[in-house]
């Protein structure tokens, strides 16, 4: 699983090697930020800041928060940046800021709505499942159905507790390994597979209509 | 076939990838993050604080020396003035008119000062301090840790 991720709009092989370069790369413009060169966060920021905000927005659900809690994280880097030792990624302990600063908005508001893109219906019309769920519906109601899944996927993630959509956001969605999941949480990558199979159990309770 | 039409959970949430911010956003999202860091580093580094930090980073200042040139500064006009040093420190002290004890013999510069001893009740263990010193030499701090009420008065 998760042969690629993203970086920004590149796709990166998550071979040990293509790792250990993306590591060093980002190690080096860590040490150019301690410098005090902005135009180094600047980068980091352009890389991280796409992945980072789908992260963010699929365990909130609502656009302008994931926005502001990116920004924090990204800020709560900046500030601490001496304080990063290089004992993991920057990309793990930046995906740790903003997890933690997420489930932490969690705790606290109560009231939440879901806000979505616009343009992902548009995305979403296009898509091979799409196709198949229309496929199989037979009445040709395109539109219709990519409304109605749209609501139903961001239901569904949001069901779940805090800790299993933390793992099901991150693997399935952000294409992480057990691994780094298990670093950015501070569990065990067991603890992390255990959650996501029980994670995907409920989901496919809640969307066994679309689901095969 | 069948495998085609197949659709797995995983396979739905990959579609939520597809929920991305519009490049505008991401424009509008550069432009607020600079300006909230720039907010919290200024925040973070007041100009008193950096102000303080270099004086005291370059040792230009302690706090016990600026103290006693300030108030050698001060005492030296109303010295060189002749316009009240002394209505200054008998005014201050008006309440309490030492006498003046025997001064020991110091070479002279300039005008001195002389700390009598006052009565209070302490214990007659204590040691009491005679202290003769210069308006030149005056400081505050020296004094600091020191129990016993000092009162200053002028001799000319």
């Known amino acids: 699983m998760a042969d690629t991720v993203s970086v920004g709009k590149t796709n990166v092989s998550t071979s040990a090697d293509s790792l250990r370069s993306v590591a060093d790369v980002d190690a080096d413009l860590v040490e150019r930020v301690k410098a005090g060169e902005m135009a180094a966060f600047d980068e980091l920021t352009a890389k991280y800041r796409d992945r980072l905000f789908g992260v963010v927005y699929n365990m909130l659900s609502n656009k302008e928060d994931a926005m502001d809690i990116v920004q924090e994280s990204f800020i709560k880097a900046f500030t601490s940046i001496k304080s990063f030792r290089g004992n993991s990624a920057f990309y793990t302990w930046l995906y740790r800021i903003a997890v933690n600063r997420s489930i932490t908005f969690l705790k606290r508001s109560r009231m939440r709505r879901f806000f979505s893109f616009e343009n992902m219906e548009e995305e979403l019309g296009s898509s091979e499942i799409v196709d198949k769920l229309v496929e199989r519906q037979g009445n040709g109601r395109r539109a219709a159905l990519v409304s109605e899944l749209r609501d139903k996927l961001n239901e569904a993630v949001q069901s779940l507790s805090v800790n299993h959509r933390t793992v099901v956001v991150l693997y399935e969605i952000d294409g992480m390994s057990h691994a780094e999941i298990a670093e950015i949480t501070k569990t065990s990558e067991a603890t992390v597979r255990t959650r996501l199979h029980y994670a995907k159990q409920q989901l496919r309770a809640i969307l066994k209509d679309y689901v095969s | ?156």
């Open chain 2, 1 to 156: 076939m069948k495998d085609d039409k197949k659709i797995e959970i995983e396979d739905l949430l990959k579609l939520k990838r597809l929920e991305r911010p519009a490049e505008s956003e991401w424009r509008e999202f550069d432009a607020r993050l600079k300006q909230r860091m720039l907010m919290r580093v200024q925040k973070k580094d007041p100009v008193w604080r950096r102000a303080s930090d270099f004086a005291l980073s370059k040792k230009i200042l302690t706090s016990g020396a600026l103290a006693s040139s300030v108030f050698a500064a001060v005492a030296l006009i109303f010295v060189v003035s002749g316009t009240g040093g002394e209505n200054l420190v008998s005014d201050d002290f008006a309440a309490v008119r030492p006498k003046l004890s025997n001064r020991a013999e110091l070479p002279s510069v300039g005008e001195t000062f002389v700390a009598s001893e006052i009565p209070i009740p302490v214990n007659k263990d204590e040691t009491h301090m005679e202290i003769t010193m210069s308006v030149s030499e005056a400081s505050v701090s020296q004094f600091a840790s020191s129990n016993i009420p000092l009162f200053v008065h002028s001799s000319f």
